[in-house]
T-cell receptor, first 112, second 118 residues
């Protein structure tokens, strides 16, 4: 299974930037890094993904280390609606099968 | 915006009873996934379909769980008989791409079906 390491929890203040780290030291050169988040009582929601270059979308930015063994999800201005569990994951090595394996994620608390 | 539909939203059953969950993926999505999420943990993949074929069911407890996607569109996950340890959220997701393609294909999840077994 594809293993990632994330802090169990992080805390931020509203309107401040948040940097959520993830280690994925066993990632292969062709695996995309994905980030999803899960709000309370909802299914996970796609946030962003990338391969090598840093990526930006309307929700967040993804900074990928040059050796690809770690990445950071950046929320530029946290809001109360960003309070959620954030999952970092990548495709497993199940041959030709595409499989996303979730860990426990990081619980982000946003203080008003 | 297109959504993955799941029903029922909540289900309470007694152990040894049968229970079924239904999922309607986003139109045109070839790949469908069933995940189980126990409280406080991340989702665990139970079964993955490519069109109507199962491509991964390695984590599906086949003695009591079954899943089908007969026409390659909607899908049903069944548990018979239900056990206390089956209490969890059952999540369905779909993606456009075929399983053998790039890992860039993103998943869209439904709201889930929460099962409580008494």
């Amino acid at each position: 299974d594809a293993k990632t390491t994330q802090p169990n929890s992080m805390e931020s203040n509203e309107e401040e930037p948040v940097h959520l780290p993830c280690n994925h030291s066993t990632i292969s050169g062709t695996d995309y890094i994905h980030w999803y988040r899960q709000l309370p009582s909802q299914g996970p929601e796609y946030v962003i993904h990338g391969l090598t270059s840093n990526v930006n979308n309307r929700m967040a930015s993804l900074a990928i280390a040059e050796d690809r063994k770690s990445s950071t999800l950046i929320l530029h201005r946290a809001t109360l609606r960003d309070a959620a569990v954030y999952y970092c994951l990548y495709r497993g090595s199940g041959g030709s099968n595409y499989k996303l394996t979730f860990g426990k994620g990081t619980l982000l608390t946003v203080n008003p | 915006e297109a959504e993955v539909a799941q029903s029922p939203r909540y289900k309470i059953t007694e152990k040894s009873q049968a229970v079924a969950f239904w999922c309607d993926p986003i139109s045109g999505h070839a790949t469908l996934y069933w995940y189980r999420q126990i409280l406080g943990q991340g989702p665990e993949l139970l079964v993955q379909f490519q069109d109507e074929s199962v491509v991964d069911d390695s984590q599906l407890p086949k003695d009591r769980f079954s899943a089908e996607r007969l026409k390659g569109v909607d899908s049903t996950l069944k548990i018979q008989p239900a056990e206390l340890g089956d209490s969890a959220m059952y999540l369905c997701a779909s993606s456009w791409g075929a399983s053998a393609l790039s890992g860039a294909n993103v998943l869209t999840f439904g709201a889930g079906s929460r099962l409580t077994v008494l």
